[in-house]
């Protein structure tokens, strides 16, 4: 029996997560949870897997939750940093899911969760990491691929948020629709898997069959094909080294499958450059990259900015910042708060 910690629980991954949970009651327990949003359905899954404790955002989310649970109910309601903290390294936790926004904890071995870097992890297993000469992140391509750059300017949320293949939360589908999800994903591969980022290449795919490549020095190429659901992969991580039977249908080998593959339109989607700047560069960049990239996506889905004022947000707010380049900790945090603050500054200025 592995006991779970569950950061994120009432988004996409972490129900899936939970999905998983119910599916082997026999293999897994949850011991925390913790969420920012949708109280009610939080307080549904405590009813149900009855953690030890649950973290919330703030002291008014921790009121609302009581409210929503029976009177006895023995889960811990913390909240705030100090909440998410606890809730993190729980001691009675084995494993930890991060789906949530947030700094990681160091010291630990890590387990890629998300499809892609799943498949690079499964694709360098039982290799030599010297013989890897190139990792290949496939990309969908999200909802505009074949698009007109002229018509982004009138791109809506509804639009953004129509993914021909995943269903995810909203700002990692508004990420899909801008490639700036692959740009993050390739910052990750280069520290998850010590590689530099011209190893790295973004291949569109836009079946979303391949979840990704590695190609080796002989040669070889290994990919790693499913359907696209996030359950393999969240498995994979649960239950490493096994495979659990998730009972998930195989991808359709026969003569209406179809694998295509094409580069990105780095003009088009100019956030996957961005992100490739921010890599090479690196110091505090890549958080500032981040962190303008959020409040730039929130403002798109609150209506408060254009879909192509996205990427403008991005690059006027790395345009502006000064990189440390060995940066500690505390650098890296107030990295992201100044530019958390100087994105909602363009915003503001967006709107005038």
């Not at 729980?90 to 499809?115: C, H, K, N, Q, Y």
């Not at 609150?302 to 790395?318: C, K, S, Y």
Request: proline letters at 6%; hydrophobic letters at 50%.
């Amino acid at each position: 029996m592995k006991a779970l910690s569950i950061l994120g629980s009432t988004g996409s991954i972490g129900r899936n997560a939970l999905e998983i949970v119910r599916r082997f009651p026999d293999r897994f327990e949850v011991k925390a949870l913790a969420a920012k949003r949708s109280m009610a359905l939080l307080a549904e899954q405590i009813r149900e897997f009855t953690p030890e404790a649950v973290a919330v955002f703030d002291e008014s989310a921790a009121r609302q939750l009581e409210s929503l649970l029976p009177s006895g109910c023995r889960t811990r309601i913390l909240y705030g940093e100090d909440g998410y903290q606890a809730v993190a390294a729980w001691e009675s936790a084995a494993l930890t899911l991060v789906a949530m926004v947030g700094a990681a904890a160091r010291g630990v071995t890590i387990f890629p969760v998300d499809s892609e870097h799943s498949a690079i992890f499964q694709c360098l297993q039982g290799q030599r990491r010297e013989d890897a000469i190139q990792i290949l992140l496939t990309a969908s391509g999200g909802p505009f691929f074949q698009r007109s750059r002229e018509a982004f300017a009138a791109m809506t949320p509804a639009e953004a948020l129509r993914h021909p293949n995943w269903a995810m939360g909203p700002k990692i589908t508004i990420d899909s629709a801008t490639l700036m999800n692959k740009g993050l994903e390739v910052i990750e591969a280069k520290w998850l898997f010590n590689a530099p980022e011209d190893m790295i290449r973004v291949v569109v795919h836009p079946q979303s069959i391949i979840h990704s490549m590695v190609a080796f020095r002989d040669g070889s190429v290994m990919a790693q094909l499913g359907v696209p659901d996030m359950k393999a992969a969240i498995g994979y991580a649960l239950s490493y080294p096994e495979r659990l039977a998730l009972g998930q249908p195989l991808p359709t080998f026969a003569s209406d499958l179809q694998l295509t593959f094409a580069d990105p339109d780095m003009e088009s989607f100019p956030c996957l450059g961005l992100a490739f700047e921010a890599c090479r560069r690196g110091g505090t960049l890549p958080a500032v990259l981040n962190a303008a990239n959020e409040v730039a996506v929130y403002a798109f889905l609150e209506q408060r900015a254009a879909f192509t004022a996205i990427p403008l947000i991005v690059q006027q707010t790395m345009a502006a910042h000064v990189p440390i380049a060995n940066p500690e900790l505390e650098d890296i945090l107030a990295a992201d708060r100044w530019a958390r603050a100087k994105a909602c500054e363009l915003v503001g200025e967006g709107r005038r």
